[in-house]
């Protein structure tokens, strides 16, 4: 009687403390599913907001229009910004799951741990008897017999508590895998949302820059726009000149053999908008007068994650733009490679890493933009052969890296 009252409290207690966990572990799903709804909607909202930036873009350059461009980047820029608190709240509650289901199942396996401890010591206790002294123990043949059932039934369940503790065990070590994953997204995103307030600061900065330079007024746009061209004009002759004897330096056999995938490309999802070389953009004389376009460019709006095309340090980092603004790479990463190829990263809106830092194929290393010279958002992608390269002043635009360059393409 008194055992039944234990094992019915003992129960009781299961059942309520069972019932606590999963209903904790539902509301976590469902604000996570919350979440994931607001994910959603902002998404939505950006792609909207990236809409009116390319109807801008493609629009004849006029200040106002400028203006309402940069204001329409500047909305898309804090929805990206919501978007990744977002996803870091979504990233916290996943990560809270999975702490009060590995406590679930760590409980599950002492528990699993110490009914099998119990069988085992029953198994231990029947047969330390011989068979002998069991028989004699019991009155009853049928008592005898039953014992020696019992003794079976127990040697059979330890078989199928084993069985439940390796289930139980693959699942804890599951649940810490995703645990740990989950860490390192937080961190990721962390980070990125530090990188996104640096984007969208800057792209305020830009807009009340032009104000004041333009006095808000068309006309001095126009000049401005001018001037720019007429340096930009200067700056690309000049990398032409020494580009050109650089490229004498290259030694193609030094060089990694030209096949796919020698260099990752930079971007989640590439899409080449200017190819390498003498293209039909690159002969436009009011764009590059008859000059070779020294890399690729790819399409990627503002705030797109670039990515290192392989393990390497980072040579040099700059922006031209401190010095001649709208006129060459803006900002731009030189990473150089162990198989002797360096790879330019240009027109960046944020650069992440450091001057000297080793970053790994993959890693985001920046965001793309349009600072320097463009004529929209894109990611400028050059490939040298990394002895080649020089990291020298321009006569008119500071610090530029220059180099023998390579076609992307052999490599990608």
Not at 32 to 43: D, K, L, P
Not at 241 to 258: F, G, K, T, V
Not at 377 to 402: E, M, N, W
Request: aromatic content about 6%.
């Amino acid at each position: 009687m008194r055992s039944r009252f234990w094992i019915s409290l003992f129960g009781i207690w299961i059942l309520l403390f069972g019932i606590s966990g999963a209903a904790t572990v539902d509301e976590l799903k469902e604000s996570i599913q919350e979440r994931e709804g607001q994910i959603s909607e902002i998404e939505a909202e950006i792609e909207e907001y990236q809409r009116q930036i390319d109807v801008k873009v493609a629009e004849v350059g006029t200040l106002k229009n400028e203006i309402l461009r940069l204001e329409a980047l500047l909305k898309k820029l804090n929805a990206e910004i919501r978007l990744t608190q977002s996803k870091i709240q979504a990233s916290q509650l996943t990560l809270e799951k999975l702490n009060i289901e590995i406590g679930d199942k760590s409980e599950e396996i002492e528990e699993q741990k110490e009914a099998l401890g119990e069988i085992l010591r029953s198994i231990y206790e029947s047969e330390s008897e011989s068979l002998v002294e069991i028989l004699l123990k019991h009155r009853a043949l049928s008592d005898f017999f039953g014992n020696l059932r019992q003794i079976e039934n127990l040697e059979a369940a330890v078989g199928k508590d084993l069985e439940v503790l390796k289930t139980l065990k693959k699942e804890l070590e599951e649940r810490e895998a995703q645990e740990l994953a989950a860490k390192k997204k937080l961190d990721d995103l962390s980070l990125e949302l530090k990188d996104r307030r640096a984007i969208e600061e800057a792209g305020r900065q830009n807009k009340n820059q032009l104000l004041k330079i333009t006095k808000n007024k068309e006309a001095e746009y126009q000049k401005l726009l001018r001037e720019r061209e007429k340096q930009r004009a200067s700056i690309i002759e000049e990398i032409r000149e020494i580009e050109d004897e650089l490229r004498l330096l290259i030694d193609p056999s030094s060089l990694p053999a030209p096949r796919p995938g020698v260099l990752a490309w930079p971007l989640a999802a590439p899409k080449i908008t200017q190819g390498f070389g003498r293209t039909d953009f690159a002969l436009n004389t009011d764009v590059y007068g008859e000059k070779n376009h020294n890399g690729i460019d790819l399409k990627a709006s503002i705030g797109t994650p670039i990515l290192s095309a392989e393990d390497g340090v980072v040579k040099a980092a700059g922006n031209s733009d401190l010095i001649c603004p709208g006129g060459s790479y803006g900002k731009w990463i030189l990473i150089e490679h162990p198989n002797r190829l360096a790879t330019l990263y240009a027109h960046l809106s944020h650069i992440r890493i450091l001057t000297d830092s080793n970053v790994a194929r993959g890693d985001i290393i920046g965001y793309s933009g349009d600072t320097g010279y463009t004529t929209g958002p894109h990611l400028h992608f050059t490939v040298y052969d990394a002895r080649t390269v020089q990291i020298k002043p321009s006569r008119v635009c500071g610090l530029l890296p220059y180099g023998g360059y390579l076609d992307p393409m052999v490599y990608l």
